[in-house]
């Protein structure tokens, strides 16, 4: 007979060195996810992610979107009776998961937060209409409604055209220092080195 | 010449193990001053005690020294042994050759040169002790209880069928605390008020029972046996002996509005009042704030307003000018049995108490939304509604009702970490009591635990759920607010996963247990300690959990941690027991290992009275024969002195010592090594 | 003491109007704002999905800026900014090692030295000089005063005074003679960084905070965040079911602009998608003209 195997307790160890949120404290009572505006959308609430990290057993919230909806409202961490953060935690999650397997993360987040990224990369700031563009590409909803830019431009806010800050090279460089250059990041949100 | 025995223990393997006790026995033999020495395998045993005793008769021992264990596992047992040999108990002293030396070492050899070290040292001490006697002191047998909650009644009734006097201070105008509140009770879901009223009327008709109600404790000094204590008895504006409780008086007082706490605000009483019908005194209060004579008075009107009350009252019994009295009772223990307070979710929150509100449940603003309390109010037949279950709102019978428990307790993040242990099952009870009055209404419980365990208790929060149909939601509530006219309820089930939003008609909220204001100036007068949320501390949570760590003050109750009614009648009972049994002797024993001034020598800079920490130490004026004012020198109560030593450090001439520990025993003992 | 402006993204694109009408109303009540010179966008919600550090150094980079400018505190009117560059700051004040190494990492000299104030504390500050240079006072207009999350949570980075009844946006609509309502979606989130991604989502929320508003009575949402205004006002259609009147949602800079008498153009309230003009028409203030 096989053994089953024995948790090393030691993803909840590296969240709590990560973090500073010992999920040991959390004892399920379930206000997070009472509070929790995505509550009714997601499989995976703020107390299931605590439950998982301190179980060790998170493989489910890599089969799941749960997580990546998560919008940091911060509600569930400013209610929590033991002080935990599970928003902060959902955040070393998605780190990790995306360092990890980046193809797990959904499609339109990650080209989001890429199309975000990639402007502030290139031009210091975001460029909305760059943005909204790549993320259409990305995604291939070109005709959903990412932001009706028509309406946008006639009220004039829009830009047509980016504007880049003179410092733009001290920004990549900071880009680079903290994604270690190309390629890392939510499903590759580090945003490619050259000038693209 | 001394004669000293030596006695070496093997404690089994203990010590034998380590220690080789026969060389000990051995080496000692040929120590000045020792004629006797042997070892054996258990000293402690009867045939080991049997052999102290006859080396004590056989060599005509001035000493012993027991080579064993810690003095404080045996020294008791063997200076026991040493007096019914005829020797004084305190020429007998342990030599610790077991936790200090076999259980810490391994190398045999240096271990045993050690034991016979550490024995040696203790020879030389018990050269140089003198013998001592024990010390006796007399005892007033009569207790003070205070607070007359079920805790407190129950201690004094059976003290004072124990044959104590009893002294009860209570600070309001009637006894019978929360449980005078409660409408039924479980698990049994008696009536409270026709379980606690017989014993209330019980303790204002027991002879050997004083009751000070609507006083407090002002100041405590003395010590075991020995205490003196001042009562302040707040000015009712009734003359206790003159009132008869006719009542007529409240029924006149045009001031009707006055927020009623005995209803816990949920219905009006005149300022002029008696808490409830069955009150123990049953003797109103004036309410000074809410007096319109007294409120003139602070505004500066001279013309004597109002006066309603005393036109009624037939006996002349109001007395707007009387004041606070205060009386000294002298007592030999105390039993402290002064209860608790609920948490409030208010923004407010008692200063310096770490504590804080629920601000996401609308800092209890939000219409009715209550607490336990003012349900038992409610659900009470002599409650403010007779017992019918309605919103204070709109006074509407609620169709849904969600009972939220764990508010405040086990919530570091307002402060309360522990769990208030009682409200599960009242909860639980709460529940039923609507079911039975309601049979339609809808009962909604959130919990995180359900902590039943008491004898029934279980079985008893399943019957709610299996017979009066509650809903049990595992799960803590994130949100109140008010919307229209129903509560709104956002909570999570954790077991079924749903997040859900109820109406509520209703909510009660089972707040967090807290002692009551004040406790821990109180705990100062009295020198006990509280632990950091203010609850009285026990001296031993498992083997001593009605005393103090002062002697001769116990607890019960409340006070000292949540508990039910079961519980804190049993610690009454208990504490009761234990002053009975101090006062079943007529003096009290004492070790005589307590500090003495030498008062020949004493210089009288008084420095060791600023030091001791237990105020042990007083004055006293030396005389000449002709009554002459000679010195004033320090002088040691033995009662409150506990032999800890700080005054001997301090004395600049060492001339204060705790006999059994002077200066040249200890400095034998060194020398020694 | 002098305040550095850092207007952020939005500010420059989507929420011209509340740059806008902040910079009217500064001129209007005396406070010059000085805007950071080559300010960097500060990260937003997607720097903290690739990691603390970056999301850490791009608003440092502004504190930076701002230091060097000389200024002491650095108005960030985004509460999403706002956010960012407080909690930046807080994160580098408790970690030491962060702290020495940010020089480095951003390449110019840093001391962590100026504060990081929101909208709210700047406009709350200046109540007494715009209460006494109000014009024109809303007549109590009901509004209701939107929060969302970013300028109240959490607490231990916003400097929040309470953060679940926050009253600081009340008592700026009390000043400016608007009444606000008692309503429950004050601190609810919009789900702003869902708004591209996620588009239901954010209907949901958004229709949710809107029904409540009006149930409580509300003419006008008042916010103090780009997120929370371009869902609430740009996607307000798609949440306003079978034909109910569309709720204007007025940046708190526009409203205190308005009590002070600003023209409604200078403060960008033409560039709405809601149209506020009907409601400014109703209570006497001067309609703004239409881009619609
Ligand atoms: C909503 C609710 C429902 C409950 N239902 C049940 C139930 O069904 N069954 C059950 O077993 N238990 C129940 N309990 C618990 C019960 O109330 C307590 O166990 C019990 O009242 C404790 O008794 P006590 O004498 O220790 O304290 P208390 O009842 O609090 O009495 C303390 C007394 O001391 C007085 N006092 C306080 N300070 C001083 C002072 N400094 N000087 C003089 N006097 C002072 C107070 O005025 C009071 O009269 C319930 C509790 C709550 C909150
Ligand atoms: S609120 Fe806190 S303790 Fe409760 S389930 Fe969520 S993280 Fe755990
Ligand atoms: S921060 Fe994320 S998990 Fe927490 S309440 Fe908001 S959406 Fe839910
Ligand atoms: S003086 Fe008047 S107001 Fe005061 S208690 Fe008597 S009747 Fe009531
Ligand atoms: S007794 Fe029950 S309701 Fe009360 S604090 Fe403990 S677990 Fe919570």
């Known amino acids: 007979m096989s053994r089953s195997p024995v948790s090393d307790g030691g993803l909840r160890e590296r969240i709590l060195q990560e973090t500073g949120v010992n999920t040991a404290r959390c004892y399920q009572c379930g206000k997070c996810s009472a509070g929790c505006p995505m509550a009714a959308e997601t499989r995976w609430r703020p107390h299931d992610v605590m439950r998982m990290v301190n179980t060790g057993a998170v493989g489910p919230l890599q089969d799941d979107p749960s997580i990546w909806l998560c919008l940091a409202c911060e509600t569930c961490a400013s209610r929590c009776p033991n002080g935990c953060d599970p928003a902060r935690v959902i955040d070393a999650l998605r780190e990790r998961f995306a360092r990890e397997a980046p193809g797990g993360v959904p499609r339109p987040v990650a080209a989001f937060h890429r199309a975000f990224l990639d402007q502030v990369r290139r031009h210091g700031r975001s460029f909305e209409l760059g943005m909204v563009m790549e993320y259409k590409l990305r995604t291939g909803a070109l005709t959903e409604d990412a932001l009706s830019a028509p309406g946008l431009l006639a009220r004039g806010k829009l830009s047509l055209t980016p504007s880049r800050i003179s410092g733009i090279g001290e920004v990549r460089r900071i880009f680079d220092a903290c994604t270690g250059s190309a390629g890392t990041g939510a499903g590759g949100t580090g945003a490619g080195g050259d000038d693209r | 010449m001394a004669r000293i025995g030596v006695f070496v223990c093997h404690c089994g393997e203990n010590i034998g193990r380590t220690v080789d006790a026969s060389s000990v026995a051995e080496a000692l033999r040929s120590h000045p001053g020792v004629v006797h020495a042997e070892d054996y395998r258990y000293m402690c045993s009867d045939p080991g005690q049997t052999l102290v005793r006859e080396a004590i008769a056989a060599n005509r021992l001035t000493g012993v020294v027991v080579a064993a264990c810690s003095p404080h596992m045996h020294e008791r047992t063997f200076r026991k042994v040493v007096a019914a040999a005829g020797l004084n108990p305190f020429l007998c002293e342990m030599a610790n050759i077991r ?164 209803e816990c605000g949920l219905g009006k009483r005149p300022a002029i009042s008696v808490p409830f019908p069955q009150a123990v005194p049953n003797m109103p209060v004036l309410d000074r704030e809410r007096c319109a004579r007294f409120m003139a008075i602070r505004k500066g009107i001279t013309k004597a307003v109002c006066g309603k009350c005393a036109e009624a009252c037939t006996r002349g019994a109001i007395d707007f000018a009387q004041e606070d009295r205060f009386v000294t009772e002298k007592v030999g223990a105390i039993i402290i049995a002064t209860g608790y307070q609920l948490y409030s979710i208010g923004k407010e929150q008692p200063e310096g108490e770490g504590l804080s509100g629920y601000g996401e449940y609308g800092y209890g603003q939000v219409p009715d939304v209550i607490d336990g309390l003012q349900f038992e109010r409610l659900a009470s037949a002599s409650g403010p509604t007779g017992g019918r279950i309605v919103r204070p709102s709109d006074g509407r019978v609620p169709k849904r009702v969600v009972f939220l428990q764990c508010v405040g307790s086990r919530d570091p993040s307002r402060g309360i970490p522990y769990c208030s242990k009682i409200c599960c099952m009242y909860v639980a009870k709460h529940v039923m009591l609507y079911r039975h009055k309601v049979h339609d209404g809808e009962a909604v419980v959130f919990y995180m635990d359900v902590r039943a365990a008491g004898k029934g208790y279980d079985e008893f929060t399943r019957r709610a759920i299996e017979e009066e149909g509650a809903i049990y939601r595992r799960g803590r509530v994130a949100r109140l607010w008010r919307d229209g006219d129903v509560v709104k309820v956002q909570g999570f089930d954790t077991l079924s996963g749903e997040p859900l939003l109820l109406d509520a008609d209703l909510v009660v909220l089972a707040t967090a247990v807290r002692p009551q204001p004040g406790i821990r100036a109180l705990a100062q007068k009295l020198s006990v300690s509280c632990d950091q949320h203010g609850f009285i501390n026990e001296a031993h949570p498992k083997l001593r959990p009605v005393e103090t760590n002062t002697a001769g003050i116990f607890v019960a109750g409340a006070c000292q941690a949540p508990r039910d009614i079961p519980e804190s009648v049993a610690m009454g009972s208990a504490a009761a027991a234990k002053v009975l049994g101090l006062f079943s002797k007529a003096e009290l024993e004492r070790e005589p290992t307590v500090a003495r001034v030498d008062a020949a020598h004493c210089a009288g800079c008084f420095l060791c009275e600023r030091v001791c920490p237990y105020g042990a130490v007083g004055r006293r004026e030396v005389r000449d024969r002709a009554g002459r004012l000679v010195k004033v020198v320090a002088e040691v109560n033995p009662g409150v002195c506990q032999g800890c030593g700080t005054c001997q450090a301090t004395c600049p001439g060492k001339h204060v010592e705790v006999q059994g520990f002077t200066d040249q025993q200890i400095y034998a003992e060194i020398a020694a090594l | 003491m002098r305040t550095g402006y850092f207007p952020g993204c939005s500010l420059h694109g989507t929420a011209r109007e509340f740059d806008e009408s902040l910079r009217a109303v500064a001129g209007a009540i005396g406070a010059p704002l000085a805007e950071i010179d080559d300010w960097n966008c500060c990260g937003a919600s997607s720097a903290h999905v690739v990691g603390q550090r970056l999301a850490v150094a791009l608003p440092a980079r502004n504190l930076a800026l701002a230091e060097a400018q000389g200024v002491e505190q650095v108005l960030a009117p985004c509460a999403a900014c706002y956010n960012r560059l407080a909690k930046a700051r807080r994160v580098i004040e408790e970690d030491e090692a962060l702290r020495r190494e940010m020089p480095e990492l951003l390449g110019r000299p840093f001391g962590n030295r100026v504060a990081v104030r929101n909208i709210l504390e700047f406009l709350t500050d200046a109540l007494p000089v715009i209460e006494a240079r109000l014009v024109h006072a809303f007549g109590g207009l009901p509004l209701a005063c939107y929060y969302g999350c970013l300028l109240v949570r959490p607490a231990s980075v916003t400097s929040a005074e309470d953060p679940e009844h926050p009253t600081a946006m009340e008592q700026i609509a009390r000043a400016c003679g608007a009444a606000p309502v008692t309503w429950h979606m004050g601190l609810e989130c919009c789900g702003g960084s869902l708004s591209v991604s996620r588009t239901g989502s954010v209907i949901r929320l958004g229709r949710a905070i809107l029904e409540d508003a009006r149930k409580a009575g509300a003419e006008a949402l008042l916010v103090a965040c780009p997120m929370c205004h371009s869902n609430l006002d740009f996607r307000q259609r ?50 703004a003209g239409g881009r619609h």
């Not at chain 2, 024990?134 to 407190?152: C, D, F, N, Q, S």
């Not at chain 2, 008895?233 to 009542?247: D, I, M, P, Q």
């Open chain 2, 99 to 262: 936790e200090q030396c076999s259980w810490i070492h391994e190398d045999r050899e240096q271990a045993t040169g050690k034991a016979i070290a550490i024995t040696r040292a203790l020879v030389e001490k018990v050269k140089a002790n003198t013998p001592l006697e024990t010390i006796r002191i007399p005892i007033e047998r009569r207790a003070l209880v205070i607070g007359g909650g079920i805790a407190g009644i129950q201690a004094a009734l059976d003290l004072a069928d124990g044959g104590a006097e009893v002294v009860l201070v209570e600070k309001e105008s009637s006894i019978g605390g929360h449980m005078s509140q409660l409408s039924e009770t479980f698990p049994t879901l008696d009536c409270s008020q026709c379980i606690l009223t017989p014993r209330m009327v019980e303790v204002a008709q027991h002879p050997r029972i004083r009751l000070y109600a609507y006083s407090e404790v002002e100041e405590v000094s003395g010590y075991i046996g020995n205490f003196e204590v001042k009562v302040r008895r707040k000015a009712r504006s009734v003359n206790e002996t003159l009132c008869n409780g006719c009542g007529a008086c409240t029924q006149a007082c045009p001031n009707r509005k006055v927020p009623n706490e005995f």
């Open chain 3, 238 to 287: 798609a949440m306003t079911r079978d034909g109910r009147p569309p709720i204007p949602v007025l940046y708190v800079t526009e409203l205190v602009g308005l009590a002070l008498g600003i023209e409604p153009r200078r403060l960008g309230l033409d560039r709405h998608f809601v149209s506020p003009a009907p409601l400014l028409a109703r209570r006497g203030q001067a309609p």
